[in-house]
């Protein structure tokens, strides 16, 4: 049974219309575990990395990666949250004039309630990947507040 809950936080291009809901079902396609969330964004910091990017995985017959920022992506309003993308990898090998059109979720898992918050895009909004747009996402994913906070 999932849970919903809207809430009006901007997506990477303005958006406000995100949805959140929580569910017990972990995600189909990838998984991307960090052990320690501090001693990375630490590292980035150190190397003056502002993303860190997952492996490649492969869903619907494509090749992603997920871009996290761990202290925001300033340039898309999300100084002071989590930021996170879904970034279409492999360009080279698609055909010339390629678009891809993609309703999709992200997943964070709560420990403590011990169920996945999606985040996605409200209504089943469909997003279009093309050479000059390679990533969606949310710049706003979530608070670095709430995240840092051990109660939550």
Known sequence: MEEKSWHPVP???GNFEVARLLREIPPAHYTFKIKSFSLLSQLLLD???KNFESSVFEASDFKWKL???PH???ERNGEGHISLYLVIADRHNLPLGWEVNVNFKLFVFDQIQDKYMTVQDANGKVRRFHKMKTDWGFAQLLP???FSDAAN
């Open 47 to 49: 190397a003056k990395q």
């Open 144 to 146: 670095l507040s709430t």
């Open 72 to 74: 925001g992506d300033k």
């Open 67 to 69: 871009s996290l920022y």
């Open 11 to 13: 997506s990477d291009n």
